[in-house]
């Protein structure tokens, strides 16, 4: 042999054994490092699904309790829940709530039921699941994870009203978690298993289906294998971790722990060792084989050891990614979810930057979500509030002192073109592992706004004419005076009645009356300056208002141009009629110092004009007598009796629209007269003022009435609350709270069982009666303001007095048969009522049409005498015998285990 052959041939064979060498070498170091490489990857994504899975059902659960919130927020749920605490039968408001049960079905919801205060439930919509598997999850709500065929999710959420508990909404969603995350979990590896477990007992776990089974185990599992801790315990402890250990067959297995946020749930996955190292094992058989193949092209191994890692690594982000997609199509449903939702919401983070923008906020503040997310929520805010918003959060942060949260709040937005408008917000906070959220309720209370205003124009002005009626009269007379008062001027009060209108009226009927009584109020606001004031008491009473320099002369010619605008003729309807005028003119200060005393003596004056003859006009004069007074002829017999015993209490039953029960009794009083026969209220209370006797008469009436209550419940029966009306008089008395307890104590009856009723007048002018009321309130008496809509309403009282019950006044009632703004007044005064929480009861119901449209229109009782007229002591008795013991208080329920005694009074032995 050729040595030069023989050393190429060594060296060839050196050389291929080195490169072989080399090759095999780099490989098998390629191979290992590629190994430990795919490895870690494997290991990460175990523990990144494992935490994606978390993620994903720490969502859904956050996304039940979140629904629950925003369901229990609902201001029409809470509205309704309202009434069924105060009227526990109330199927309306029943049939309320299971309507906006079924509201909720569509958003995935597969039930909804909402309970009382009493844990009762009314109103649901879809069939609550009561499996055998139940797990409760820790929170500040009480949320529970079924399983009944797939899991369910169910969340009880207390609905407030302020700090008061109405009662709670429970929601039944499903769950997605187990089916989504399945094929993600099986892409991992064939024997990969993801497991959620919750504790039972001190020693033992339950599990639900895993994601290789469709049932859930039944029976506990231990917490411990031959001693030692399984990965679900360190998780259902609160510890996160990564563990080498053999499953209950032998095998090797890798397990990933964590616990479910601070819900007291645990999940692992798990994915035996073989599964893990499977891709890599089977390649090395391929690997040795090409290298065997390619002995002369062992470099070019290491790229195809790497190929298959670094595809093993493309699928491992591209499962990621899956992962990701996912979640963010859940995000997706959510925002669809929210979408639904005719209230606004937006999230917040702590920096102020929104996150959520459902679809009704985009209607709202007419931005694009996409314009807003990402974007600080100040900019749908005015000045100053856009610029000291951040300064707001980064307080509240630090401070926790918050003005806005957990309360709902009328604040002013800024639509897209800049607009600003009035919207109710209610801000709640949510704390996450990320940090905390702000969710704000948003709804737009532009239409509600106007209503106000309109629902203010109508107690303001009178209904039929359109010109001020007694509440703007007051407030404009009081302006007046004030202005009088600082520059030294006068004011003139013309009071005015019309001479001859109630013979047209009731020749030609209501109609054409009325239509001259609207000319007339267009006449007299024509010919007057755009700062003088003409408005309507009532009837055919009209009354005229003049600042500024008054001269005598000046006087006179303003009253003879008025009786000349009144006297010119009117053509309606083909009638051309013809009407006078009476006039009395009281000034300021000479007449009278305050508001009411000029009225009276305008009242007065017109009095004295009709007397002369009428179609004149008449200064106020002080020492001149009236001429054959109405009630003059009366005042000698009052003085002359003893009227106590010439009068008589009558009751006019209250009645509920939605069951006819008795809820009280209007107490009034009648004047048996030896000559002119039964005189009604109002001429006794017109005397009594007249003789100083108002106060002595309010007190006889409380204590004969209270006398009457509690002979009624030593009988037995079940007297309803007595409802008694004080004239200003009477509520100015020294320590009239004193007065009405003293009565109340002699006559064992409870507070609770008196309602005193109060002129909206009285509320806007007399401060010391609004402290006596308060007074009335402390001590459990129930106030009704009287007359609502046709006197001195005041809307500022109302809020800070805060009575019971407000009631319609009749001449309001009345005009229901007609339609037209009657229609739209007492709708705006229920709705007003409703918004203070005050009961309505509509005086001067006359037919069954009236009743039917007052309870359609929302309102809660009406006053009606059996046959129109009120009843006797005895009449009342029969009915309450008839009743008894149905007559009842709906805004009252006395405890189960009171005796009859303690709730209606001592027994008594007079009559």
């Given at each position: 042999m ?8 060594r ?11 080399l090759t ?6 390629t191979?290992?490092v590629?190994?430990?490489?795919a ?14 899975d ?11 309790r979140r629904l ?17 605490d105060?009227?526990?039968r109330n199927?309306?408001?029943r049939?309320n709530?299971a ?15 909402f309970?009382?205060?009493r ?5 649901r ?6 499996p055998p598997?139940v797990?409760?999850?820790?929170g500040?709500?009480?949320?529970f994870l ?5 899991p ?9 009203w ?11 969603s ?9 094929p993600i ?15 039972v007992?001190?020693a ?6 895993d994601?290789?089974?469709?049932r859930y ?27 080498r ?6 095998h ?17 996955m798990?994915i035996r060792q073989s599964d893990?190292?499977?891709?890599i094992?089977a390649q ?7 290298l065997?193949a390619l002995?002369f092209?062992?470099?070019l191994?290491?790229?195809w050891?790497m190929?298959?890692i670094?595809?093993?690594r493309t699928e ?8 990701n997609m996912?979640?963010?199509s ?5 925002q ?12 917040i983070n702590?920096?102020g930057?929104v996150q ?12 694009k ?6 974007h600080?929520?100040?900019?749908l ?6 610029s000291?918003?951040?300064a707001y959060l980064?307080h509240?942060l ?20 800049g ?5 109710e917000i209610?801000v ?7 940090g905390r ?6 709804r ?8 106000a ?15 001020p009626?007694?509440?703007l009269l007051?407030?404009r007379?009081?302006?007046?005076l004030?202005?009088?008062?600082r520059?030294g ?7 005015m009645?019309?001479?001859g209108?109630k013979?047209?009226?009731d020749?030609?009927g209501h ?15 024509a ?5 003088d004031?003409?408005a ?5 009473e ?6 500024g320099?008054?001269a005598?002369?000046?006087l006179?010619a303003v009253?003879r141009?008025?009786l000349g605008?009144?006297?010119?003729p ?6 051309t009629?013809?009407v ?18 000029l ?15 009428g ?9 001149a007598?009236?001429?054959?007074r ?6 000698a017999?009052?003085l ?24 009280s009794?209007?107490?009034l009083?009648?004047w048996?007269h030896a ?7 109002n ?8 003789t100083?006797?108002m ?5 006889w009436?409380l204590?004969?009435a209270c006398g009457?209550?509690?002979?009624w ?5 079940a007297?309803?609350?007595l409802?008694?009306s004080?004239?200003?008089a ?15 104590e ?11 009723g109060v002129g909206?007048?009285?509320i806007?002018?007399h ?12 001590l459990?008496v ?8 046709a006197?001195?309403s ?5 809020r800070?007095?805060?009575p019971?019950?407000?009631r319609?006044?009749p ?14 007044l ?13 009961t309505?009861?509509a005086?001067?119901?006359?037919n ?24 006797a002591?005895?009449?009342i008795?029969t009915?309450?015998?008839?009743t ?13 285990d ?6 209606q009074?001592?027994p008594r032995t007079?009559s």
């Amino acid at each position: 042999m050729n040595p030069g052959k023989g050393d190429d041939m060594r060296i060839s064979l050196i050389g291929a054994v080195i490169l072989t060498l080399l090759t095999v070498t780099a490989g098998a170091l390629t191979y290992l490092v590629m190994q430990h490489e795919a490895q870690s990857i494997r290991k990460r994504n175990v523990r990144v699904l494992l935490q994606n899975d978390t993620r994903f059902f720490r969502q859904e659960i956050r996304q039940a309790r979140r629904l629950g919130v925003i369901v229990a927020t609902r201001p029409y749920i809470i509205k309704n829940l309202r009434q069924i605490d105060e009227h526990p039968r109330n199927r309306h408001a029943r049939h309320n709530l299971a309507r906006v049960a079924r509201s909720f079905l569509p958003m995935g919801l597969t039930a909804v039921a909402f309970y009382d205060m009493r844990g009762r439930q009314v109103g649901r919509a879809g069939q609550m699941a009561n499996p055998p598997f139940v797990v409760p999850l820790r929170g500040r709500h009480e949320t529970f994870l079924l399983w009944d065929r797939h899991p369910l999710m169910r969340t009880a959420t207390p609905i407030l009203w302020g700090k008061r508990r109405l009662g709670s909404v429970v929601i039944q969603s499903r769950v997605h978690f187990v089916g989504a995350m399945a094929p993600i979990t099986r892409a991992l590896g064939r024997t990969a298993d993801l497991r959620l477990c919750a504790p039972v007992g001190p020693a033992s776990m339950r599990c639900l289906p895993d994601t290789r089974q469709s049932r859930y185990i039944s029976h506990p599992i231990p917490d411990f294998r031959n001693g030692q801790p399984l990965p679900m315990w360190h998780a259902l402890h609160g510890a996160t971790g990564y563990l080498r250990m053999r499953d209950s067959k032998g095998h090797a297995i890798i397990v990933a722990y964590t616990p479910v946020s601070h819900t007291g749930l645990g999940m692992s996955m798990s994915i035996r060792q073989s599964d893990l190292f499977h891709d890599i094992t089977a390649q090395l058989l391929d690997v040795g084989a090409i290298l065997l193949a390619l002995l002369f092209m062992g470099m070019l191994m290491i790229r195809w050891l790497m190929v298959p890692i670094l595809r093993q690594r493309t699928e491992a982000e591209r499962q990621t990614q899956m992962v990701n997609m996912r979640l963010r199509s859940r995000e997706a449903q959510i925002q669809g979810l929210l979408g639904h939702m005719a209230d606004g919401v937006i999230v917040i983070n702590e920096e102020g930057l929104v996150q959520i923008f459902n679809s009704a906020c985009e209607r709202i503040f007419d931005y694009k979500a996409s314009e807003i997310i990402g974007h600080n929520v100040s900019m749908l805010m005015p000045e100053p509030h856009r610029s000291g918003h951040d300064a707001y959060l980064r307080h509240y942060l630090e401070t926790g002192e918050a003005k806005v949260l957990a309360r709902s709040r009328e604040l002013v937005g800024v639509r897209r073109d800049g607009e600003p408008f009035p919207l109710e917000i209610r801000v709640s906070e949510v704390r996450t592992h990320e940090g905390r959220l702000f969710i704000a309720t948003v709804r737009d209370i532009t239409l509600e706004k106007a209503a106000a205003q309109q629902t203010l124009y109508l107690a303001t002005h009178d209904a039929l004419t359109q010109i001020p009626n007694r509440l703007l009269l007051g407030e404009r007379l009081q302006q007046a005076l004030a202005a009088a008062r600082r520059t030294g001027t006068k004011v003139a009060l013309f009071f005015m009645d019309l001479d001859g209108f109630k013979a047209i009226n009731d020749s030609l009927g209501h109609d054409i009356g009325d239509a001259l009584l609207r000319m007339v109020a267009q006449r007299l606001a024509a010919s007057l300056r755009a700062d003088d004031t003409v408005a309507r008491l009532g009837g055919d009473e009209f009354v005229i208002i003049l600042s500024g320099s008054l001269a005598p002369d000046n006087l006179e010619a303003v009253g003879r141009k008025l009786l000349g605008v009144i006297r010119a003729p009117y053509v309606i309807q083909g009638h051309t009629l013809h009407v006078g005028t009476s006039i009395g003119i009281a000034l300021f200060p000479d007449d009278g110092a305050d508001s009411e005393t000029l009225l009276k003596n305008g009242d007065i004056a017109m009095y004295r004009a009709k007397e002369a003859g009428g179609n004149r006009f008449q200064f106020f004069a002080s020492g001149a007598p009236v001429v054959n007074r109405p009630s003059s002829a009366l005042h000698a017999d009052w003085l002359a009796t003893r009227w106590e015993d010439t009068l008589e209490l009558r009751y006019q039953p209250v009645r509920d629209l939605a069951d006819g029960a008795m809820t009280s009794l209007d107490v009034l009083v009648v004047w048996r007269h030896a000559t002119r026969g039964l005189l009604d209220q109002n001429t006794v209370f017109g005397v009594a003022e007249e003789t100083g006797s108002m106060v002595a008469l309010g007190t006889w009436i409380l204590q004969a009435a209270c006398g009457q209550w509690k002979h009624w419940a030593d009988k037995g029966m079940a007297p309803p609350p007595l409802a008694l009306s004080w004239t200003t008089a009477q509520w100015q008395q020294d320590a009239p709270v004193r007065t009405i307890e003293g009565i109340l104590e002699r006559c064992q009856m409870r507070a609770d069982r008196l309602i005193m009723g109060v002129g909206e007048k009285l509320i806007a002018e007399h401060d010391a009666v609004t402290d006596t009321l308060r007074g009335l309130h402390h001590l459990g008496v129930r106030i009704a303001v009287d007359s609502f809509g046709a006197g001195l309403s005041s809307l500022t009282g109302l809020r800070n007095l805060s009575p019971q019950i407000l009631r319609i006044d009749p001449w309001i009632v009345h005009g229901l048969a007609g339609g037209g703004d009657e229609v739209g007044l007492v709708t705006a005064i229920i709705a007003l009522a409703h918004s203070l929480r005050m009961t309505v009861v509509a005086r001067g119901v006359e037919n069954e049409a009236q009743r039917l449209l007052l309870r359609e229109l929302g309102c809660d009782a009406y006053q009606s005498g059996e046959g129109g007229k009120p009843l006797a002591a005895e009449e009342i008795t029969t009915l309450l015998c008839a009743t008894c013991p149905v007559a009842r208080d709906p805004s009252e329920t006395p405890p189960p285990d009171a005796a009859p005694g303690e709730q209606q009074g001592a027994p008594r032995t007079d009559s």
